[in-house]
């Protein structure tokens, strides 16, 4: 028999799941839309029977567990709790559901913490002890490793990096405060960026042709490509704010690397560069040049079901 580990990403539109092997191959995969469960226990009932259908192609296959990724997920308990992106209220015991449909051992966490979790067992993390995975996407999440373990907390949702305050009374954040680091530090706080750049700056730039909605962090990173100065000027500016944030975490835990990963660590060089310039002149002395900051070495395509299959093989290894 092969032990497989099913990693699910459970998204607020899709879902992705797919069987991993313990090198981190994606023996196989499959997606389908969240948005068509309204009701939790209906959801549990699919994702079942489409993990029962992948393990079915292959007769050696034997389930080892199912790691799972999701938004306000609670690695303690097993629960989503109050997510604003799912249409599931209130606090779902999902690991339990699943459990009751398939008997193997059941692990949730939010995304961020998943992702961390795929750098540490399958990606470029393998042999650090002490690190952070910064996730850029909409938002900006995080999952911290100190000491080779996971920082889940006392409540289950450690490793808000996202909110912690940057700016006091900045932009406003969906968590209801000000001034947090994901309203400047995301692919969303960059476009933010550029629009109050565009009305502050009078240069020409060829984003002002792009209507606000449909301004993009790939767009702005092409044009700062192009060396567009509004698009520079942002880049080097979300760099600078990401890069504060990164030495408050860097004081608190001393991790040896920082690695980057979502749509906005996309950008590569264009956002890296002014980081790593930021951390050389501003790091706090006793840490200085002792934190890399990396690619995710985790591909984008397949990294929410990896990351969240690594939560099992994690245990398995241990
Ligand atoms: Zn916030």
Same mark, same amino acid.
């Given at each position: 028999?092969?032990?497989?580990?099913?990693?699910?990403?459970?998204?607020?539109?899709?879902?992705?799941?797919?069987?991993?092997?313990?090198?981190?191959?994606?023996?196989?995969? #499959?997606?389908? &839309?969240?948005?068509?469960?309204?009701? *939790?226990?209906?959801?549990? @009932?699919? +994702?079942? %029977?489409? !993990?029962?259908?992948?393990?079915?192609?292959?007769?050696?296959?034997?389930?080892?567990?199912?790691?799972?990724?999701?938004?306000?997920?609670?690695?303690?308990?097993?629960?989503?709790?109050?997510?604003?992106?799912?249409?599931?209220?209130?606090?779902?015991?999902?690991?339990?559901?699943?459990?009751?449909?398939?008997?193997?051992?059941?692990?949730?966490?939010?995304?961020?913490?998943?992702?961390?979790?795929?750098?540490?067992?399958? #990606?470029?993390? &393998?042999?650090?002890?002490?690190?952070? *995975?910064?996730?850029?996407? @909409?938002? +900006?999440? %995080?999952? !911290?490793?100190?000491?080779?373990?996971?920082?889940?907390?006392?409540?289950?949702?450690?490793?808000?990096?996202?909110?912690?305050?940057?700016?006091?009374?900045?932009?406003?954040?969906?968590?209801?405060?000000?001034?947090?680091?994901?309203?400047?530090?995301?692919?969303?706080?960059?476009?933010?960026?550029?629009?109050?750049?565009?009305?502050?700056?009078?240069?020409?730039?060829?984003?002002?042709?792009?209507?606000?909605?449909?301004?993009?962090?790939? &767009?702005?990173?092409?044009?700062?490509?192009?060396?567009?100065?509004?698009?520079?000027?942002?880049?080097?500016?979300?760099?600078?704010?990401?890069?504060?944030?990164?030495?408050?975490?860097?004081?608190?835990?001393?991790?040896?690397?920082?690695?980057?990963?979502?749509?906005?660590?996309?950008?590569?060089?264009?956002?890296?560069?002014?980081?790593?310039?930021?951390?050389?002149?501003?790091?706090?002395?006793?840490?200085?040049?002792?934190?890399?900051?990396?690619?995710?070495?985790?591909?984008?395509?397949?990294?929410?079901?990896?990351?969240?299959?690594?939560?099992?093989?994690?245990?398995?290894?241990?």
């Amino acid at each position: 028999m092969k032990k497989v580990v099913a990693g699910v990403d459970i998204g607020g539109t899709n879902t992705v799941f797919g069987l991993v092997d313990e090198n981190g191959k994606v023996l196989s995969h #499959g997606t389908f &839309k969240t948005t068509d469960y309204p009701k *939790v226990e209906n959801f549990v @009932t699919t +994702l079942a %029977s489409e !993990i029962k259908k992948l393990l079915a192609a292959k007769k050696e296959y034997e389930l080892a567990g199912i790691g799972i990724g999701a938004p306000d997920a609670n690695y303690h308990r097993g629960t989503i709790e109050h997510a604003p992106n799912l249409a599931w209220k209130g606090i779902v015991p999902l690991a339990d559901l699943i459990k009751k449909k398939i008997n193997v051992p059941v692990a949730v966490t939010n995304d961020a913490n998943a992702a961390a979790m795929g750098e540490m067992i399958f #990606g470029g993390a &393998k042999k650090m002890k002490d690190f952070i *995975v910064l996730t850029l996407g @909409t938002g +900006l999440g %995080s999952g !911290i490793v100190i000491d080779g373990k996971m920082v889940y907390g006392h409540t289950g949702f450690a490793g808000e990096l996202g909110h912690m305050t940057v700016v006091p009374n900045g932009r406003e954040c969906g968590c209801g405060r000000k001034g947090c680091l994901e309203t400047y530090a995301s692919a969303t706080g960059l476009v933010k960026t550029v629009i109050q750049l565009m009305s502050e700056m009078r240069d020409e730039s060829p984003l002002r042709d792009i209507p606000p909605s449909k301004l993009t962090s790939k &767009k702005i990173a092409e044009a700062a490509a192009n060396n567009d100065p509004v698009a520079v000027r942002a880049m080097n500016e979300t760099a600078a704010i990401l890069g504060f944030g990164i030495i408050n975490a860097i004081v608190f835990s001393s991790p040896e690397a920082i690695f980057l990963f979502g749509g906005l660590a996309q950008a590569g060089d264009l956002l890296f560069k002014p980081v790593r310039a930021y951390l050389k002149k501003n790091n706090y002395v006793l840490m200085k040049d002792t934190v890399k900051i990396l690619p995710s070495e985790i591909s984008e395509s397949n990294g929410a079901v990896l990351g969240s299959a690594a939560l099992i093989w994690n245990d398995l290894k241990n």
